[in-house]
């Protein structure tokens, strides 16, 4: 148990659904993450929350639609998805600041396996 | 701009014998390396990370990396592989807080441990 808890573990859903991802992390992080990860590819950052507002939205579709209410929670929201969205969905958190030369050390949730059918 | 590269996607090496993982990285700034480690079906677990401190590095479960810069490289080792070391590695670099402290992931290395 890493502190960082995501459900559903797994997903199936159709491209017409609308279901949504949920992370909590229990760190006392002020930034949170989602990533997603896809086989052969290096992990791909999607959304960066710091402190509740979203700080970065890496070219992400609008078919996924990041929510964060608090520094604890993160919601990703899917809608009309695509086959090609199947992969592994990663919620990650840190600490921003640290005071080590910028180091950004995350801590990762075990992922949400998501599959479009 | 930063990039990194991981030069091998599967080693295999036998139970009790060292283990090598390579990573080249290229970054404008001072850059923090790191080693993460994906067991199957969990997340990315830190191994071990460099931030301008000591060249070598110790990390969890045996593992050590040593960052040099003349080679740009921060290659992970291990004196004695275990079976439960097969997993996944991503060896992961960012450029502090000159590059927002973005970090970029290589494609990483499956590290396979025959008995």
């Known amino acids: 148990e890493t502190g960082v808890t995501q459900t559903p573990r797994h997903l199936v859903m159709g491209m017409t659904n609308k279901k949504s991802l949920k992370c909590e992390q229990h760190?006392?992080?002020?930034?949170m993450y989602w990533y997603k990860q896809s086989a052969k590819k290096p992990l791909e950052l999607m959304f960066v929350y710091n402190f509740k507002e979203q700080t970065e939205n890496n070219s992400v579709p609008s078919r996924f639609s990041p929510e964060c209410p608090n520094s604890s929670h993160l919601f990703l929201h899917l809608h009309t998805l695509q086959p090609e969205d199947s992969a592994l969905y990663l919620c990650?958190?840190?600490?921003?600041?640290?005071?080590?030369?910028?180091?950004?050390?995350?801590?990762f949730g075990a992922g949400s396996r998501l599959t479009v059918l | 701009a930063q990039s990194v590269t991981q030069l091998d996607s599967h080693v295999s090496v036998s139970e009790g014998t060292p283990v090598l993982l390579r990573c080249n990285y290229s970054s404008s700034y001072s850059p923090s390396l790191f080693w993460y480690v994906q067991h199957p079906n969990k997340g990315l677990q830190l191994l071990l990370k460099y931030t301008s401190a000591a060249t070598l590095v110790k990390g969890i479960n045996g593992f050590e990396a040593e960052f040099k810069k003349s080679e740009t490289s921060f290659h992970l080792t291990k004196p004695s592989a275990h079976m439960s070391d097969a997993a996944e590695y991503f060896c992961v670099v960012s450029g502090g807080k000159s590059s927002g402290d973005k970090l970029t992931f290589g494609t990483g290395t499956r590290l396979a441990v025959r008995p």
């Open positions: 990650a958190s840190s600490r921003v600041g640290t005071g080590i030369s910028g180091a950004n050390v995350l801590t």
């Open positions: 760190l006392g992080h002020n930034a």
